[in-house]
């Protein structure tokens, strides 16, 4: 277990760096085992989740290597191989394995996938998928097990009954080697989404119209992978840069970004008075000192990300009234509030709805990341703060969010990485 520390009190000026997306990443590396040659990857982020979904490759005899952002996995030696569950279990996004080991082998058997506990997320939707293209698919005892007749996986039209964009990735996963056609409709719209048709079609796949409701695939034989697929910014790591930069910064220039891609975000800060400088690939975020509550309802892409409602809200501390969450997505994405109040913060959650009240005074206290978007709320907040705050389990704030002490460090921020024993021993 890790423990991050952070003494608060230092105003953060410079810039930083965006690096690939992490939604992307965690189904770029399972779609990676679907290609009949090696494959490469450029702007890979250094996350824990990374690593253990390389963990996973190496139980299939998926040799990969990971140096300078740049990922190459190679599975043309792949094998059928009982996945590891600790690996599996401790991110949700190894969910992707189903897709890709069915659209490779034709079948899949993996334990229920792990990850942040952010209330329900079931797997319906994939299972309905997959059962679509001619699986058949059991769940017992933790694990599922997803087969196919002798004539393999079809062509299908698949109906998804809400947006989700796990389910979409994954149909695509299974469908891209399927026979005959393939119709997906009331698709996630999610710039991930096209990142993987576009890593996917660069290898001769004929996936059309990623980024809309409907995505039709035409299966292919084999894929082959020519080139390096650079992996997009991660809109959320530079949303929570964003938002930290407002609430505790002197000048903080976010470089490596997408600007479309943030519109919701950046459209409610500018509504809070952020002075955004917004370019063609980078945002400004000046020194701001009035703020204005503001109300805020997560939504699909190309609304509020569900992932970006708590880094915004340290940010919503500093505004003159109270603003309100709505999460619509996870609405039991709250894990941050009791840790916020702890650093005495004035927020609440009333039946569904966070209500944020100005908190101008917080002060450093111990405090646990829950999941990586809490821990990423508790960082900012701890920033904020009044004194020395202890995040204890980073670990998960680790799994999603690249280097972050060291880009925290560069823009003059006090924190560091323990390990907990070494706290408890006094030799921190």
């Known amino acids: 277990m890790k423990k991050m520390i952070i003494h608060g009190g230092h105003r953060l000026a410079g810039e930083v760096t965006i690096g690939g997306a992490k939604n992307s990443t965690v189904a770029l590396i399972p779609a990676a085992i679907l290609a009949d040659t090696p494959v490469r990857f450029d702007m890979v982020p250094d996350i824990l989740d990374v690593h253990n979904l390389m963990l996973i490759l190496r139980s299939m005899n998926v040799h990969s290597t990971f140096e300078d952002g740049v990922l190459t996995i190679d599975p043309t030696e792949i094998v059928e191989a009982p996945l590891p569950s600790k690996a599996i279990k401790s991110l949700r996004a190894s969910y992707y394995f189903m897709g890709s080991l069915l659209g490779r082998f034709q079948r899949a058997t993996l334990s229920f996938p792990g990850g942040d506990n952010i209330g329900p997320r079931p797997i319906d939707q994939h299972i309905k998928a997959f059962q679509a293209l001619g699986a058949s698919v059991e769940e017992h005892d933790n694990t599922v097990r997803i087969t196919t007749g002798p004539d393999g996986l079809h062509g299908a039209r698949i109906f998804l009954d809400m947006v989700s964009v796990g389910a979409t990735i994954n149909s695509i996963l299974a469908a891209v080697k399927a026979v005959g056609t393939t119709v997906i409709e009331n698709a996630a719209k999610e710039p991930e989404i096209i990142d993987i048709a576009t890593f996917l079609n660069n290898m001769g796949a004929h996936v059309r119209g990623a980024g809309t409701d409907v995505i039709r695939i035409e299966g292919v034989a084999t894929l082959r992978a020519m080139n390096t697929h650079t992996i997009i ?35 409610k800060m500018m509504e809070m008075g952020v002075p955004l400088e917004i370019n063609e690939d980078s945002i400004f975020v000046p020194h701001v000192d009035d703020l204005k509550p503001i109300q805020i309802k997560t939504m699909p892409f190309p609304g509020f990300a569900t992932d970006l409602q708590q880094p915004l809200t340290p940010l919503l501390f500093r505004a003159a009234g109270s603003s309100v969450v709505i999460d619509t997505i996870y609405p039991k994405r709250i894990k941050h509030i009791a840790e916020l109040r702890k650093m005495g913060a004035n927020i609440r959650s009333e039946e569904g709805t966070i209500v944020v009240d100005p908190s101008i005074d917080l002060v450093g206290s111990e405090v646990q990341a829950g999941e990586i978007r809490a821990g990423a709320s508790l960082v900012i907040a701890a920033l904020m703060a009044d004194g020395t705050t202890e995040i204890n389990r980073a670990e998960n704030i680790m799994r999603g969010y690249d280097r972050i002490v060291k880009k925290l460090t560069d823009l003059n921020a006090d924190v560091e990485i323990v390990e907990d024993s070494l706290v408890e021993n006094g030799q921190d």
């Open 233 to 267: 910014p991660d809109r959320i790591e530079a949303g929570t840069y964003l938002s930290m930069a407002a609430a505790v910064g002197d000048g903080v220039t976010i470089k490596n970004v997408i600007p479309e891609h943030l519109e919701a975000f950046t459209a």
